[in-house]
């Protein structure tokens, strides 16, 4: 039986584990409410899943807990900002928060920010941008572990892109993808239900294909769509780790769950190109108009974000599904802290 | 036996026709150096092949061959133009002209165009920019032709995106794609050597898979990657046509192989967050990295942009290879223009 938590005691219980390991109240909170919103959106792979390996970088020392974030560089629509190797979650909100009100001002912004950990759901920040009725574009890069068919060695990290749009009356438009055919979390999960991968999701270290979740946690990923998925995941490394100075994937060490190169954060304010309620009626006009399409039976069109969204809905009802060993990771936690872990 | 032309002569017959059309000296040659840096590059499918429907959409009345571009809104690193319904090449590259010149001003920018038709290959616009030492972005949105599987109908187009970072002694780094498993005009090619297409990249009009690529053209073509290809193509329809107000794919006619619906163009300015000698460094380093991942027997790792650039080189020295329908084709505006088709 899985067991099933509601998010508010989920919520307390990440919080005081981060709390215990030296995250001030705020910054806890922040990176509570990312890895419960994934929960609560589906995306469990940057979920509550994390926590431990959070937990783990903090307690050796790799994971800043109490980051003193910088802005290293400032020239208008643009900056560029120093996360002090801070846990990334409250970083990433801060130069989001920046993004925003810079796009506020000046109609377009471009933040980059280096030397951070892991941020976790990218869609979590584009959420934020588009609250502020802006279109959102977040990047990351991160340790190695995709390369193209025949590959011995990975060359980039799943190096996701994540860009919203806002909506009126329907759930905001949240496209958030790894470069991999699947993210690397979703393998976590499958390993710890103990289920296996369909054929085409990884390579193991031999460069040979793999259907065993532990292989290809420590084999490659293979990109999405071939050369396509790779070209993104190469761009979104230059772009993070190099021209951001973020650090490029290979330079990073593998298998760090908490890991991140540089981060990208776009605003576009749409007062700059129309008139917000203008953009309202033809962003209406054409989700109700790309949703009637007609399909063959049991197809349905759905925009990005849709799924989410639904099971957003059902997992704030009914509380969030735990696999076994994720569980199994949180009773560990609530015992090495003294942290009371929430029953059901 | 392959017609193998040299890119000067097919430069100055496709010039001579254009302005047999009624476009401008100087606009002329832009589109014409669009169209032959592609057919150089390999991209036929955005080569000469589109000239015969830029002249039938120019001499229809549906593409203004001499546009009065305008900036209707500018607002530092953001600005906003109309092209005046014209043939898209000059309208793109005078966007892009300013698209720099405010990266150089503010450090980045966001340009947006808006009323033009086909701009060919975004590559040509994203090689402009890197050429003044700056990262490129460029996307655009079309009639529609894809959807995921399923549909009955199309709903984006392939609606492309291209991005480029600047290197020394080695290619430029160019990635350029369309969200389909292939561009359309990949099919067109097909179609016109009388080559079957494989499984996977289109629909039939029943929404069924086919491999007849005129059953493709007229059908529907799949997004790569399933739903991420989806995703992607459904974002720039968003961003370039209803954020910037270009129209979205559903808004057009289809089968227009001059169509466009609105244009992003981004400028970051690489200053603006490293000193650029430092990022050039950096970036050698990189792709020498990568380019020495070990692979099995057979493989080699190719960055963005380089298998084009192999047969630039290839082109630029032997020529330029034409199937006998664009042959035919280009023969027949020869007469029609009364410009004669040069010998190879």
């Known amino acids: 039986m899985t067991f099933i938590i509601p998010q508010e005691k989920l919520r307390q219980f990440s919080n005081e584990v981060l709390i215990k390991v030296g995250v001030p109240k705020g910054h806890a909170e922040v990176v509570t409410d990312q890895l419960v919103l ?94 502020n009725g802006m279109v959102g574009f977040v990047s990351a890069n991160a340790s190695p572990n995709i390369a193209p068919l025949g590959c011995k060695k990975p060359i980039t990290g799943t190096n996701p892109i994540a860009i919203g749009f806002p909506t009126k009356d329907r759930p905001p438009i949240i496209l958030d993808m790894a470069m991999s055919v699947v993210a690397r979390g979703k393998i976590l999960v499958a390993a710890h239900k103990g ?40 761009a979104v490394d230059i772009l993070c780790g190099v021209v951001l100075g973020g650090g490029y994937s290979l330079k990073m060490r593998r298998g760090m769950f908490y890991s991140q190169g540089g981060v990208f954060i776009g605003a576009v304010d749409i007062n700059s190109f129309r ?68 029953t059901n």
Chains 1, 2 share one sequence.
């Open 195 to 234: 289920e296996k991968i369909p054929e085409g999701w990884a390579m193991n270290k031999e460069g040979l294909m793999t259907t065993d979740p532990k292989e290809a946690i420590e084999g490659i990923l293979l990109p999405f769509g071939g050369y396509k998925g790779f070209g993104l995941a190469v």
């Open 38 to 131: 994934a929960n609560l959106r589906g995306v469990d792979s940057h979920g509550i899943i994390r926590l431990p390996f959070y937990v783990s970088g903090i307690v050796r020392g790799e994971i800043n807990p109490n980051p003193n974030v910088k802005v290293v560089k400032d020239g208008g629509p643009y900056a560029l900002i120093d996360g002090d190797n801070g846990i990334g979650q409250p970083v990433a909100l801060k130069a989001t928060e920046i993004a925003v009100g810079k796009a506020k001002g000046f109609g377009v912004s471009f933040v980059g920010i280096k030397n951070l950990k892991h941020i976790g759901m990218l869609g979590y920040y584009v959420m934020k941008i588009v609250d």
């Open 275 to 342: 008139p917000y309620n203008e953009y309202i009626e033809e962003i209406t006009e054409y989700i109700n108009l790309v949703k009637s399409t007609p399909t063959a039976p049991g197809f349905e069109v759905l925009m990005p974000g849709e799924p989410e969204h639904r099971t957003y809905l059902n997992r704030v009802e009914r509380g969030i599904p735990l696999d076994d060993e994720t569980l199994k990771e949180l009773k560990e936690l609530s015992i090495k802290y003294g942290v009371e872990f929430p």
